[in-house]
């Protein structure tokens, strides 16, 4: 059994954190093993695997589990070193790029999770005003690159790509289109989704929507 | 001029961020210039070093700066390869310790910065709460091991021995007893403070009380 087959992955398709770790192994050709979660009805495998937050996505490889996307995307491209790199190997350009997808995680994401489960009022446009906010660093950050690390798909694009996914819907729910607003980012994820690990791995935008509205319903958003 | 004296940091006494990369550059035997930064008058230097986030530590090399105080450590351990390596090499261990010290960002510091903070009442339980079982689930993780990453000093007890300094104000304000509730950790931060690097970057536990204390004032908690 060759190695890659000892891989499986704890994920959910919505999940843009696990669509992370299914574009990185896409991009090291690592075959695995897909195990969907429900996460109102979490797995034995998926509780023991990460009993500390009990989330996916998790990689198990060789019975062993890894918790958390960004490490689990480093873990990737140290494990399965011999396809091209997703960290840059110099440790200033590594800084830089731990730094951005760091931002996405503790900045970005914070807003981009909540603007679309607000009801019209005051805290509605106070988020919606950071998260212009933040994706006006992000674009002001990749600038006229090609991908946020320079001329390579890298660690940044990684683990912002998955959340291109979203922007369908912060149009559709009249928050913000990204489109007009970020030219750049909206060329970049384009750009992103013509690499075969980008595009088999980002669930379809209008599933998203559906996923969304569901919840907005739920939450009497709509 | 020699590569080491071409580093300043950007810091502030108290902070347990800047501790983190005061350890990691004493474990490197690399000198630097140390620049104290007043938190409520930050200078241009800090600004424009990290203008995202506009928060110290920042570590800069060469004039490149480098924020976040993880990345900074982990930054610190690849410029300066030479000596003893703060991260393991082996991808798996690599992993774990990034794992954990990514539990002490996201759980126990939210925690343990807010439960000096608040008045008596339920807030204050609970966060008590989450406190102590963020505590006990680090005392497993360390169980009979000397150092969080096993014989070696390393990424997760940087990470974490920081935190030791404001043991002394959990006692002193009533709220919780690290030697009595959690005496291996106890018995790990001693073991920490008997290096040199740890011995020489950590604030006075008493200081960090007044500090502390002068703060519960402000905000009418005593």
């Known amino acids: 059994m060759s190695e890659e087959k000892e891989v499986k992955l704890l994920d959910n398709w919505a999940s843009a954190f696990g669509v992370r770790t299914r574009i990185a192994l896409a991009e090291k ?6 195990k969907e979660e429900n996460l109102s009805d979490k797995s ?3 509780l023991k695997s990460n009993p500390v937050h009990k989330k996916i996505p998790v ?7 890894i918790c958390e996307s960004l490490i689990i995307v480093q873990y990737i491209d140290e494990a ?4 091209t790199p997703i960290l840059p190997s110099d440790p200033y350009a590594r800084a830089i790029a731990l730094f951005w997808a760091d931002f996405i995680d503790k900045k970005f994401y914070q807003y981009a999770i909540r603007v679309w489960r607000l009801k019209k009022g005051e805290e509605l446009e106070e988020t919606k005003k950071e998260l212009v ?6 674009e002001a ?6 991908y946020f690390g320079g001329e390579d798909f890298g660690f940044v694009d990684i683990a912002f790509v998955p959340f291109t996914s979203w922007f369908y819907s912060f149009q559709a729910f009249d ?11 909206a060329a970049w994820g384009k750009r992103c989704l013509e690499r075969k690990s980008v595009a088999k791995s980002l669930p379809e935008p209008k599933k998203v929507y559906e996923l969304f509205t569901a919840r907005r319903k739920e ?4």
Not at 80 to 83: A, E, H, L, Q, Y
Not at 133 to 138: D, I, M, P, Q, S
Not at 175 to 185: A, D, G, I, N
Not at 219 to 222: A, F, I, R, T
């Open 80 to 83: 399965f070193p011999s396809k």
């Open 175 to 185: 928050l913000l289109s990204v489109e007009e607003e970020f030219p750049k980012l």
């Open 133 to 138: 906010e933040n994706l006006r660093t992000l």
């Open 29 to 34: 050709g690592v075959e695995y093993e897909y």
């Open 44 to 46: 034995e495998l998926l």
């Open 59 to 65: 990689l198990i490889h060789h019975d062993k589990p």
């Open 141 to 146: 950050e990749l600038g006229e690159k090609k």
């Open 219 to 222: 939450l009497g958003v709509e």
